[in-house]
Every structure is written in structure tokens, then in C-alpha cells.
């Protein structure tokens, strides 16, 4: 098994900035794809950024690109998503995630942290 704990959420004014970070036990995170979703009220989750295993692809929604980044430190076991130039759209509850090569879905999952953006 592996356990995922998220922090850095909270409330932020549009316009400001948050890091989120997902720390991870169990297993490295080098063998895994890395992924990061939200859901808001009402809405389906959706995935929000995510990184190949080997670091060397990464894809952003459309609404995020150029103002989201993710990233991860394999030696520390943690992922991150700087996100920048936060919009009161952006609010939700945003989730890491982990997917082995081999699976189709993701396999483990973090409980979720709060970004809330005011405007």
C-alpha cells in the first residue's frame, strides 16, 4: 500500500499563489505516474496536471496551462503543484494521485486538501 497526504491548501485571494504538496509512503514515488485532480460542488473531478514516471512528459487542462506546474522529488517521495495566478474558478478540492505503468486507473489516492480563491 501506499499512503498519500496532501497539504498547502487554504483560502488565497484571485490573483495570488499557493504550493500544494502530496507526500507519499509505502513505495518511492519513481515508479508512478504522478497525477493531480479537483472537484468542485457539483462538478465531475477532473484531472488537473500530471507527470509521466519518468519525469520527462507532463500534460495541464487547458484551464490551468501556464499558471500550474507540477513537480516531483523523488528523494523526498513528494509531488507539488505550484499554482499561480489563482482564480475564484480554481476553487475545489484538489487530490494527488498515484498510477503504476501498468494500470489503466489511478491506484492510490490522497484525502484531498481545500483551495478556496476569493475574488
Known amino acids: 500500500q501506499v499512503q498519500l497526504v496532501e497539504s498547502g491548501g487554504g483560502l488565497v485571494q484571485a490573483g495570488g499563489s499557493l504550493r500544494l504538496s502530496c507526500a507519499a509512503s509505502?513505495?518511492?514515488?519513481?515508479?508512478?505516474?504522478m497525477g493531480w485532480f479537483r472537484q468542485a460542488p457539483g462538478k465531475e473531478r477532473e484531472l488537473v496536471a500530471a507527470m509521466r514516471w519518468t519525469g520527462d512528459s507532463t500534460y495541464y487542462a487547458d484551464s490551468v496551462k501556464g499558471r500550474f506546474t507540477i513537480s516531483r522529488d523523488n528523494a523526498k517521495n513528494t509531488v507539488y503543484l505550484q499554482m499561480n495566478s489563482l482564480k475564484p474558478e480554481d476553487t475545489a478540492v484538489y487530490y494527488c494521485?498515484?498510477?503504476?505503468?501498468?494500470?489503466?486507473?489511478?491506484?492510490?489516492w490522497g484525502q484531498g486538501t481545500q483551495v478556496t480563491v476569493s475574488s
Open positions: 509505502g513505495r518511492t514515488f519513481s515508479s508512478y505516474d
Open positions: 494521485a498515484l498510477k503504476r505503468i501498468i494500470s489503466r486507473n489511478y491506484d492510490y
